[in-house]
């Protein structure tokens, strides 16, 4: 027998071609890997975690984690986690926990998300999946074969999505109560015009009440038509169909109407109702939307003097660098902590349906706020509850100076 013939001899050479063989598909397995975006790496497990070290990591790490495969250390990684999180239930939070069992080989398939801060202080998000590699004669494991793929652009989106779905909840279940609450606030007006127009009609009325009746009939009507033109304003605000129509405008002149208009209101809940315009006497006249301005002051001040009991309501204005501010402030109810952050959002109210005590739609704010904006301005408050509100907002200043 020839010895290239003999058993042993082509029992070596075969071993020795499937070693070949299996570096050369071991390699072309790592290619298959980066070119599906993944890096392959193989982790010898070392005393304790941290302490083991990385072999055979594939050149994509550079671009995932910034870090040559000679620079990824176990150690390294270690510190760069921030959060774990397992896809299998039988892999424990704890990462001690879930190592002692993939050495003892309770666990065969390792799967985790995992927050990373890179050394150059990137935030990744990645997914690591790995199968333990186990010695034959201990039956335990040694190591781990795995792949690191980037998932940051795709948890980026499911994050974007479930912030649009609470969004489009939250605007749902916002919407749902505005329709319940308008209803309520249309039916109290019409019953008023309704009930009192009947009235009206009946023989033997005195002249004094049919008076009354006319004045409540007038009330209701106008509150019916501010609530209608709410909605269609807000409508129109979604639509972003609403534009400006500046003009020249007597800004004191504005503020006196403004007074005159809430001074009855004021007077009825025995409010100290007062304004403070600079330079009063003189006629300051600025270019902006008129009628915008006008309705973002009342809007404010409507809510100023609705939620005020006792004490004072002010406004005023005055000019701040190339801004003129405005203020309405009140020492009324204030607005609790939890609702601020919603305050200025289309239909959100303080109270809910359930309890409500006070008129209203929810648009006031957002109208103005959008008015606001659109004049080239913003809108901001501070508010206490039980002690009072400031709502303050600024437009910029037009002005000439007349006389
Ligand atoms: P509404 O028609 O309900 O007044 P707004 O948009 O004007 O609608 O105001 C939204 C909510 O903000 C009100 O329902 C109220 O809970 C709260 N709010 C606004 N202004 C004040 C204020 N000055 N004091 C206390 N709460 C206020």
């Given at each position: 027998m020839r010895p290239e013939t003999s058993p042993d001899y082509l029992n070596n050479r075969f071993a020795k071609e499937v070693e070949e063989q299996f570096n050369i598909s071991g390699d072309i397995f790592c290619q298959a890997i980066e070119n599906a975006d993944g890096v392959p790496y193989q982790l010898i497990f070392g005393t304790g975690i941290g302490e083991g070290y990385f072999l055979n990591v594939g050149y994509g790490i550079k671009q995932l984690f910034g870090l040559t495969p000679g620079e990824f250390t176990e150690k390294l990684f270690q510190q760069m986690i921030e959060v774990i999180i397992p896809l299998n239930e039988d892999i424990p939070h704890d990462p001690v926990e879930s190592r002692e069992k993939i050495i003892s080989?309770?666990?065969?398939?390792?799967?985790?998300?995992?927050?990373?801060?890179?050394?150059?202080?990137?935030?990744?998000?990645?997914?690591?999946?790995s199968i333990p590699v186990i010695d034959d004669k201990t039956g335990k494991a040694t190591g781990l074969l795995g792949i690191f793929f980037d998932i940051s652009e795709h948890k980026q989106t499911l994050l974007q999505l479930e912030k649009a779905m609470e969004r489009a909840t939250e605007s749902d279940r916002l919407k749902t109560s505005f329709l319940n609450n308008l209803s309520h606030e249309i039916r109290t007006p019409l019953n008023a015009i309704v009930g009192f127009s009947t009235l009206l009609g009946e023989p033997g009325q005195v002249p004094g009440s049919r008076m009354e009746f006319m004045d409540i009939i007038t009330h209701s009507s106008d509150h019916l038509l501010e609530i209608v033109d709410d909605v269609v304003e807000i409508s129109k605000i979604e639509a972003k169909i609403v534009r400006l129509i500046k003009k020249e405008v007597n800004l004191n002149q504005m503020l006196q109407r403004v007074y005159d208009r809430f001074k009855p209101a004021a007077d009825e809940k025995n409010i100290l109702f007062r304004y403070d315009a600079p330079m009063k006497e003189k006629e300051i006249i600025i270019t902006t939307d008129g009628y915008k301005l006008f309705q973002s002051l009342t809007n404010l001040l409507s809510n100023a003097i609705k939620f005020t009991f006792e004490g004072k309501v002010e406004f005023g204005y005055s000019i701040k660098e190339d801004k003129i501010e405005f203020y309405v402030s009140d020492t009324g109810i204030g607005i609790g902590m939890e609702h601020q952050p919603n305050i200025l959002k289309p239909f959100y109210q303080a109270e809910s349906s359930s309890t409500k005590r006070y008129e209203g739609t929810g648009l006031g704010l957002s109208i103005a706020k959008a008015y606001i904006e659109l004049l080239g301005g913003k809108i901001w408050f501070n508010s206490e509850p039980g002690e009072g509100s400031v709502f303050c907002f600024n437009i910029p200043d037009t002005r000439q100076m007349n006389g």
């Amino acid at each position: 027998m020839r010895p290239e013939t003999s058993p042993d001899y082509l029992n070596n050479r075969f071993a020795k071609e499937v070693e070949e063989q299996f570096n050369i598909s071991g390699d072309i397995f790592c290619q298959a890997i980066e070119n599906a975006d993944g890096v392959p790496y193989q982790l010898i497990f070392g005393t304790g975690i941290g302490e083991g070290y990385f072999l055979n990591v594939g050149y994509g790490i550079k671009q995932l984690f910034g870090l040559t495969p000679g620079e990824f250390t176990e150690k390294l990684f270690q510190q760069m986690i921030e959060v774990i999180i397992p896809l299998n239930e039988d892999i424990p939070h704890d990462p001690v926990e879930s190592r002692e069992k993939i050495i003892s080989g309770e666990i065969q398939k390792y799967k985790a998300e995992i927050l990373v801060t890179t050394p150059g202080g990137e935030k990744k998000w990645i997914r690591d999946s790995s199968i333990p590699v186990i010695d034959d004669k201990t039956g335990k494991a040694t190591g781990l074969l795995g792949i690191f793929f980037d998932i940051s652009e795709h948890k980026q989106t499911l994050l974007q999505l479930e912030k649009a779905m609470e969004r489009a909840t939250e605007s749902d279940r916002l919407k749902t109560s505005f329709l319940n609450n308008l209803s309520h606030e249309i039916r109290t007006p019409l019953n008023a015009i309704v009930g009192f127009s009947t009235l009206l009609g009946e023989p033997g009325q005195v002249p004094g009440s049919r008076m009354e009746f006319m004045d409540i009939i007038t009330h209701s009507s106008d509150h019916l038509l501010e609530i209608v033109d709410d909605v269609v304003e807000i409508s129109k605000i979604e639509a972003k169909i609403v534009r400006l129509i500046k003009k020249e405008v007597n800004l004191n002149q504005m503020l006196q109407r403004v007074y005159d208009r809430f001074k009855p209101a004021a007077d009825e809940k025995n409010i100290l109702f007062r304004y403070d315009a600079p330079m009063k006497e003189k006629e300051i006249i600025i270019t902006t939307d008129g009628y915008k301005l006008f309705q973002s002051l009342t809007n404010l001040l409507s809510n100023a003097i609705k939620f005020t009991f006792e004490g004072k309501v002010e406004f005023g204005y005055s000019i701040k660098e190339d801004k003129i501010e405005f203020y309405v402030s009140d020492t009324g109810i204030g607005i609790g902590m939890e609702h601020q952050p919603n305050i200025l959002k289309p239909f959100y109210q303080a109270e809910s349906s359930s309890t409500k005590r006070y008129e209203g739609t929810g648009l006031g704010l957002s109208i103005a706020k959008a008015y606001i904006e659109l004049l080239g301005g913003k809108i901001w408050f501070n508010s206490e509850p039980g002690e009072g509100s400031v709502f303050c907002f600024n437009i910029p200043d037009t002005r000439q100076m007349n006389g």
